[in-house]
């Protein structure tokens, strides 16, 4: 995660965390760490469905723009938000 979204993110203000978040997507929709603190953000905010949503979100644009699968990482988090 970039630094003023975990930062937002550890002092629990997951709103500020995903506008944040959301911002840096929308100059780069390939900025990895900016989905994974959305899908963070809103699996604490008790939203798995937007979370696993964004993790689509995140897959699609890396495939679609980069060719390329998603890291190891964000693929974990999905996991742990599909576990509940």
Do not use: P
């Amino acid at each position: 995660m970039g630094q003023l979204t975990e930062g937002f993110t550890q002092e629990e203000q997951y709103e500020t965390a995903l506008s944040a978040a959301n911002k840096m997507i929308q100059l780069d929709n390939c900025l990895e760490n900016a989905h994974r603190a959305m899908m963070y953000c809103y699996w604490k905010m008790g939203d798995r469905i937007r979370a696993l949503r964004q993790f689509e979100q995140c897959k699609l644009a890396l495939k679609r723009e980069l060719g390329i699968n998603v890291s190891a990482k964000t693929l974990k988090l999905m996991e742990e938000i599909q576990e509940g």
